[in-house]
């Protein structure tokens, strides 16, 4: 029996892993307007409009419906899925994953405690994993375990998002915007928390770079860059700087553009990393 892995649409991935996943979309809202993400927007469009409006778009789990009619159609082809999920602490597609599951004997749910380019790489490693001939309960088993594995970083280049979504003080993105602060934010027992600031995207790439070194990249496992925005102008700056950590080890990294989820709160201009750490 084949295994299928699905996803909602905030988990991020490289084009060439998510044409091998099934993705379920998270809904869109920008005041009256609704899309389904991926469907009835797609990514360029959602970051021209979150930078031309006044409003901060607000998104909503997967619809049951969704889940349901993925794990049919898996139940009719005789197949069994994986379902990753991006945390519960920031989401509620785990529950309505959960929900939608409990008829259908064939599908497991996983809750990756990350989003975007960390759930995305536990995801990679799952499709890995299924081609490597791993069942089911192995497989929902062993991720379980790995994902504790996994580092992520993200660089941000504004506060402006994260004020209109109430997360910074207008005061404190005023004084950020003067001094030119940028933010490193982790994901830490699920949820997101700052891991350090610094003045300048030179010295904020110089973080980010210590602190992945910090932990050390385990490359034998999926690495994944991300950028926020519809291009990729400020990733491609750490990336220069940074090629030493990936240097020798891979060509070049997968590179894949932030979902609406995530990127809603952090801005075009932002550059992530997730990759799975070096235990040696």
Known sequence: MSIRI?????????????????????????????????VT???DTFYRKLESSDILPKTSQPSLVYFEKAFQELQENG??????????RLSG?????????????NIRVLDSYNASVGAGVL?????????????????????????????????????KYA??????????????????????????????????KARGIKK???LLMEKIEELGIDHTMPLLLGYSGVNDDSLQEFIKMGKSLWDGQVNRPDITQISSSIGCHMGPGAAAIAFFIDKK
């Open 41 to 43: 927007i797609d990514r």
């Open 123 to 159: 995801a990679e490693y799952a499709l890995q994993c299924v081609d490597n001939g791993m069942n089911l309960d192995q497989l929902a088993a062993h991720l379980e375990e790995k994902k504790a594995d996994i580092g992520v970083f993200a660089r941000m280049d504004t506060l």
């Open 79 to 88: 197949e069994e899925g994986l379902v990753i999920t991006q945390t519960s």
């Open 6 to 38: 699905i996803t909602d649409s905030a988990v991020d991935m490289a084009d060439h892993f998510r044409s091998k996943a099934i993705q379920v979309p998270v809904t869109l809202t920008f005041g009256e307007d609704e899309y389904i993400d991926g």
């Open 163 to 196: 004020v209109k979504g109430g997360r910074v003080s207008k005061t404190a993105a005023i004084a950020g915007n003067i001094l030119n602060i940028k933010p490193l934010i982790t994901i830490r027992d699920g949820l997101v928390v700052m891991a350090g």
């Open 93 to 105: 597609t785990y529950q309505s994953a959960c929900l939608a599951a409990k008829e259908y004997p």
């Open 204 to 206: 904020a790439n110089k």
